[in-house]
């Protein structure tokens, strides 16, 4: 372990509050997706900004040292999405996008506060989600809500933000690099617009702009869901598997508005048959779930066809499958907290009126967002007001993404003049850890100003459709 009191002593100098100014006490951790150990430690930051006798609690922080033992001097923070995922959900990274970074700095993923083991807001893991309706889900997770109480209104943008720097000090670096995606994208530049001086470079992965609301994206994921309809017609096998795509599509959903289905599944935990229930609005879950990725929306066709001939078994084993992975879901309560505080006042009529109209999506989600922020009454937080930032930025994205397609980073450009935007054309939703994006994000970091060449992003190929319970044509 690395020597830390040159550490200790700059962030003395730089006027971290006493009390909060004591050495991390590291420990060597295992992190769920990270084969190697890391060192963690539980930083102590204020539990309420404007209210210093509320005392404290600890903000969770992981740090992948280097490979070389001479470290550059800046690390890069790790900012999760959401909002509501935690920085130890994704260590994975350190194998993929992250890992030509590890080469030569240390990499430090923090849990957002009320996230991962930074006191989770999470509602328990429901056994019987599957079976509940629709209105039975949606009271439990209000329910849940209602139990956080006066702690939901600590989980704000602004908080995290403030407690990056309580990190950023308690390390003791002077400058550090931030690499975010999607929701980790506004914290990062929340974070530079509070303290630009402490930012050396961003990275913004499926970059959030300042326009974008949080349950208003539904027109989005109806045009990424018509793209891939398009491709299937476009494209000789799924083509001729599949020739009624958009007819078979209209007829489930028309079925679904009529009576909700049902089948018997084993269930992804006992084993055990369990009668599972699917409407429309977890039909439609399901399918924005699986338009994030490329490979996930190579599925939709086939698994569109197997629902009209009344195969639900497919489509339901998809969602039954989301079970397991609760723990890396993002916490409901920061989630909610930061949507209905800082996302849902902002929506005006015109945004409502586009979502409506928004195909086969509609307003179907707003409306949960609705009930749930109308039911929890948080006081809304006043729109941050959008700052030109001077560090070096370096912009991705995906063309083919649903929630934050290239066109937000064209955006958030605006306020960026010394940034640059790359887009792979056959990429989803985040895209460093694709083709060569590792490479250039460690071409970035040893050279924020220089202009990427990112051609070789063009290299990143399209899945096979597939057309059956085999997968793609031969």
Not at 6 to 26: D, K, T, V
Request: aromatic share 6%; proline share 6%.
């Amino acid at each position: 372990m690395r020597i830390w009191i040159f550490r200790i002593g700059l962030a003395a100098l730089l006027g971290m509050p006493l009390g909060l100014a004591a050495a991390p006490a590291w420990q060597t951790c295992h992190l769920p997706g990270e084969r190697d150990a890391l060192h963690c430690a539980a930083i102590a930051v204020p539990r309420d900004y404007a209210d210093a006798s509320r005392g404290s609690f600890d903000i969770h922080v992981a740090v992948a040292r280097s490979i070389r033992t001479r470290a550059e001097a800046d690390p890069l923070f790790v900012l999760a999405g959401g909002p509501g995922q935690a920085g130890s959900d994704i260590v994975f990274l350190l194998d993929t996008a992250l890992a030509k970074v590890r080469a030569s700095r240390d990499i430090v993923f923090i849990d957002q506060r009320g996230t991962g083991r930074s006191g989770r807001l999470g509602c328990a893991d429901d056994a019987d989600a599957l079976t509940l309706r629709d209105s039975e889900l949606q009271a439990s997770t209000l329910a849940c809500l209602k139990g956080f109480g006066p702690d939901l209104l600590l989980h704000t943008t602004a908080a995290a933000v403030e407690d990056l720097e309580r990190v950023r000090l308690s390390l003791g670096y002077a400058r550090i690099n931030l690499w975010g995606a999607s929701y980790g994208s506004r914290l990062a530049q929340a974070y530079a617009q509070r303290y630009p001086t402490t930012v050396r470079s961003l990275i913004l992965d499926g970059v959030v702009d300042a326009d974008l609301i949080i349950g208003a994206e539904s027109y989005q994921f109806q045009a990424a869901l018509d793209a891939v309809l398009q491709r299937c017609t476009d494209d000789a096998d799924c083509g001729r598997a599949f020739p009624a795509l958009r007819t078979q599509l209209r007829d489930v959903l028309q079925r679904l508005d009529a009576d909700a289905a049902a089948t018997t599944l084993a269930h992804p935990r006992s084993g055990q048959p369990a009668h599972v229930r699917i409407s429309r609005q977890r039909l439609l879950q399901t399918i924005r779930h699986l338009l994030y990725s490329t490979r996930g929306a190579a599925q939709l066709p086939y698994l569109i066809a197997r629902a009209d001939a009344g195969d639900w078994r497919p489509l339901l084993a998809i969602q039954a499958s989301s079970i397991d992975l609760a723990a890396a879901q993002p916490a409901a309560g920061v989630l909610l907290a930061i949507a209905c505080r800082e996302d849902w006042p902002r929506l005006t009529a015109a945004q409502r009126a586009r979502e409506a109209q928004a195909g086969v999506f509609g307003a179907a989600g707003l409306a949960s967002l609705d009930e749930l922020c109308g039911a929890l009454a948080l006081p809304p937080l006043p729109p941050s007001s959008v700052q030109t930032l001077t560090p070096p930025a370096l912009l991705l994205s995906g063309a083919l993404d649903p929630v934050t397609p290239p066109v937000r980073a064209d955006r958030a450009l605006r306020t960026l003049p010394q940034g640059q935007h790359v887009v792979a054309a056959h990429a989803g939703h985040v895209i460093s850890g694709l083709g060569c994006a590792p490479a250039l994000l460690r071409r970035f970091l040893d050279a924020p100003l220089r202009t990427i060449d990112a051609t070789c992003l063009g290299e990143i190929v399209l899945p096979a459709f597939q057309t059956s319970a085999a997968g793609a044509s031969p």
